[in-house]
């Protein structure tokens, strides 16, 4: 035995194999390569196991990508789902049928889900229709960095020598029609939409309808004892981060929402509501979102005021909110359960957000943490270990702990 290691060494053999001293110890020659052999093909089929698995890694983007019309509103709607089981088994508790349980959490989604979209869409179609007629006032408040950059490109002209070339002129922009309502965006922007809307929502009705149920099944139909509370734990804990996570978040983004609107509101900028619901819906998207948000509302600045160091106040006010959101709210609130790794959270993003555009960059987070819970509950992938050791997961140590002892009482 390997003293460094504690386990059994030797080149040739594959995950955990014996040396072939031991191996074929006893036997008839013509039997020792015999004995030898699956040892040797354990690492050759940890290779092809690995091979097929990259392939299948390197294929599920493309394909999530192609079935988006299917499976972003599958997912979405389970990820919504699980965010309302607290308030289903809430309900529950109170003798309240489960079908009617699950029809009363999708009405308040709902209905909380339209009444901030109706206050972000509509006022936004105003301002879309504003744009090209307050672009002479843009320009004018720009009038300082475009006669920058105007020098400076005549400058790098003069010293290349290039000829002037023909304006540049500017495209036309025709102003749609504002909707009346969500019903009429959807149906006449994008007639999919409303059955990719209609699905989401069966979905989650039906799967908070089944919840109890679904759970009972997938507990009670392990095989051992200790297999049917590790997924319990597991279910409770994706449950539990999932629903903390984005109930802290929204809760957070709201309160976020409605003081960037006060503020707004006494400078007198107009729809400060759209405003801060815009902010809010964007701070679920992490590092990226107040970017885009503080960009936004300095182009709604620059239609609004006439110069522009007022127009550098709403993007100034939401950068200044969101720092001491950032920094010492979200840290105070969700402390370090719900930690994750600032890497983790840009891969997650840049993925998720490639294979589905806006809508995969909002469920980036949610996502990474039901697969880092249940990750953290089965053990992370270890491709060194599938490739030359008998474990293909590591656990926590202290989980190992746990069973070791017992493994020990049980044996005692």
Known sequence: MDQRTGSFGGDEGGAGAIPEQI??????????DEAVVPFRRDRLVAALVLIAGMGLVLALPFALQAGARFFLPLTASLVIAIALVPMLEWLERHRIPAPIAAFLCVLLFLSAANIALASIVVPAWQWIRRLPESIPKIQHNLEPLIRFYSNLERFVNKTLNNFASAPVRQPVVQAAQPPTSLLDLFTTSAPSALIEMFFAILVIYFFLAGWTRLRRRAITSRASFGGAMATARVIQDVVDDTSAYLGTITLINFTLG????????LMGMPTPLMWGGLVALLNYIPYIGPVI????????????????GTAMVPPAIMIAAHLVEANVVTPLIVGHRLTINPIMILISLSFWGWVWGTTGALLAVPLLIIIQTVLNAAGKPDIA???????????????NRVRRRANLDQSG
């Open 258 to 265: 409605l003081i960037v609107a006060g503020a707004l509101w």
């Open 293 to 308: 948000a503080a960009l936004l509302l300095a182009v709604g600045g620059l239609m609004s005021y006439a110069d522009i």
């Open 23 to 32: 191996a074929t110890a006893g036997l008839p020659e013509d039997m020792e």
């Open 385 to 399: 270990g599938f490739l030359f050791e008998q474990g293909t997961l590591v656990r926590d140590p202290a989980d």
